[in-house]
Protein backbone atom coordinates (compact mmCIF):
# COMPACT_ATOMS: atom_id res chain seq x y z
CA UNK A 1 0.00 0.00 0.00
CA UNK A 2 2.87 2.46 1.10
CA UNK A 3 4.59 2.08 -2.49
CA UNK A 4 1.22 2.53 -3.83
CA UNK A 5 0.66 5.63 -2.42
CA UNK A 6 4.70 6.55 -3.06
CA UNK A 7 3.96 6.08 -6.89
CA UNK A 8 0.44 8.25 -6.83
CA UNK A 9 2.35 10.74 -5.24
CA UNK A 10 5.22 10.73 -7.72
CA UNK A 11 2.69 10.75 -10.58
CA UNK A 12 0.94 13.43 -8.86
CA UNK A 13 -2.75 11.56 -8.46
CA UNK A 14 -5.63 12.97 -7.05
CA UNK A 15 -6.60 9.33 -5.37
CA UNK A 16 -5.84 5.45 -5.85
CA UNK A 17 -8.42 2.82 -5.00
CA UNK A 18 -8.63 -0.54 -4.10
CA UNK A 19 -10.97 -3.70 -3.70
CA UNK A 20 -11.24 -5.57 -0.85
CA UNK A 21 -13.98 -8.65 -0.01
CA UNK A 22 -16.55 -7.39 2.21
CA UNK A 23 -16.46 -10.00 4.84
CA UNK A 24 -12.64 -8.72 4.83
CA UNK A 25 -13.00 -7.07 8.41
CA UNK A 26 -9.84 -6.22 9.32
CA UNK A 27 -8.82 -5.40 6.01
CA UNK A 28 -11.57 -3.15 5.53
CA UNK A 29 -10.81 -1.44 9.19
CA UNK A 30 -7.00 -1.62 8.64
CA UNK A 31 -7.86 0.72 5.47
CA UNK A 32 -9.90 2.71 7.06
CA UNK A 33 -7.63 3.61 9.60
CA UNK A 34 -5.37 4.62 6.64
CA UNK A 35 -7.80 7.10 5.14
CA UNK A 36 -9.35 5.38 2.46
CA UNK A 37 -13.19 5.35 2.23
CA UNK A 38 -16.06 2.77 0.50
CA UNK A 39 -17.44 4.41 -2.84
CA UNK A 40 -19.00 1.70 -4.33
CA UNK A 41 -18.99 -2.42 -4.98
CA UNK A 42 -18.65 -5.06 -7.14
CA UNK A 43 -19.68 -8.88 -7.30
CA UNK A 44 -17.38 -11.32 -8.85
CA UNK A 45 -17.85 -14.87 -8.17
CA UNK A 46 -15.18 -17.93 -6.16
CA UNK A 47 -15.66 -20.87 -8.41
CA UNK A 48 -19.48 -21.08 -8.02
CA UNK A 49 -20.09 -18.96 -4.92
CA UNK A 50 -21.00 -15.06 -5.56
CA UNK A 51 -18.68 -12.54 -3.55
CA UNK A 52 -18.75 -8.81 -3.54
CA UNK A 53 -15.84 -6.58 -3.00
CA UNK A 54 -16.09 -2.91 -1.76
CA UNK A 55 -14.29 -0.57 -3.40
CA UNK A 56 -12.34 2.01 -2.21
CA UNK A 57 -10.47 5.36 -2.81
CA UNK A 58 -7.72 7.23 -1.05
CA UNK A 59 -7.61 11.08 -1.66
CA UNK A 60 -4.87 13.30 -2.18
CA UNK A 61 -4.10 16.76 -1.76
CA UNK A 62 -2.27 17.92 -5.08
Same mark, same amino acid.
Not at 23 to 33: G, H, M, S
Not at 36 to 39: A, D, E, N, P, R
Not at 59 to 62: A, N, V
Given at each position: ?? #?AIDMASIR #? !??YIWLGVWE !?? +? #?? $??????NG??? =?GQHSF???EEEQTDF $???K +?? #? =?
Open positions: MY #K #K !KS !KN +D #KA $ILFYKKFYV =IFMG $IMR +DF #K =I
